[in-house]
Nanobody, 116 residues
């Protein structure tokens, strides 16, 4: 069982920065892939960034060069550094964990609002 708690969302101006954190519980965190996804009002949930257990990361084209995903396995925490924010980044952001056993867990989400 994995529990995830996101924090760090809020209001930012276009061009600004926010850093999201996701605190995880569970014994398999270090060997699990983790990801951030987001869902804007009226839109489907979309992938933002993914990082494997060994640190390999991938990004959606819409955030590449602006967002950075990272993990601290000792602290069981996932981060999403978001720079040069745009109004279209406004969404609820969720962190997720995929365990080696094939189970997926998601946090409750944190709101990010970017004003123009």
């Amino acid at each position: 069982q994995v529990q995830l708690v996101e924090s760090g969302g809020g209001l930012a101006q276009a061009g600004g920065s926010l850093r999201l954190s996701c605190a995880a519980s569970g014994r398999t965190f270090g060997s699990s892939a983790v990801a951030w996804v987001r869902q804007a009002p009226g839109k489907e949930r979309e992938s933002v960034a993914h990082i494997s257990w060994n640190g390999d990361s991938t990004y959606d084209d819409s955030v590449k060069g602006r967002f950075t995903i990272s993990r601290d396995n000792a602290k069981k925490t996932i981060y999403l550094q978001m720079n040069n924010l745009k109004p279209e980044d406004t969404a609820v952001y969720y962190c997720g964990v995929a365990t080696p056993g094939g189970d997926d867990y998601w946090g409750q989400g944190t709101q990010v609002t970017v004003s123009s």
